[in-house]
Nanobody, 122 residues
Framework: VQLQASGGGLVQTGDSLRLSCVVS????????WAWFRQAPGKEREFVAT???????YSDDSVQGRFRISRDKAENTVYLQMDSLIPEDTARYYC?????????????????WGQGTLVTVSS
């Protein structure tokens, strides 16, 4: 399974971005998808996840601003990010794996993309 993330960039506070993650390969083994992020000097942290049934969960820090979705036909997972703030600056990684209730734990996901950089200026 391969994941290719894109859509990052340099934006200003209050702007929006949409990240995309194309999933290819043996996708029949994937039942859950997620976005994590890692800011400079910090540990990787959970952002949002979506299950194969379409159920979504997101971290409190992005609740109401970010939304995860999936296009089954395109095998693509999106992260719509609105009202961006400087604290959202990080490299964003898409991840995928089997169904897990521990959705905020990065080791629960077997497959990872290379990440896309999001920088929010004040």
């Amino acid at each position: 399974v391969q994941l290719q993330a894109s859509g990052g960039g340099l934006v200003q506070t209050g702007d929006s971005l949409r990240l995309s993650c194309v999933v290819s390969g043996r996708t029949s083994s994937v039942f859950q998808w997620a976005w994590f992020r890692q800011a400079p000097g910090k540990e990787r942290e959970f952002v949002a996840t979506i299950t194969w049934t379409g159920t979504t969960y997101s971290d409190d820090s992005v609740q109401g601003r970010f939304r995860i979705s999936r296009d089954k036909a395109e095998n693509t997972v999106y992260l719509q990010m609105d009202s961006l703030i400087p604290e959202d600056t990080a490299r964003y990684y898409c991840a995928a794996g089997g169904t897990t209730s521990a959705y905020a734990v990065d080791v629960e996901y077997a497959y990872w993309g290379q990440g896309t950089l999001v920088t929010v200026s004040s």
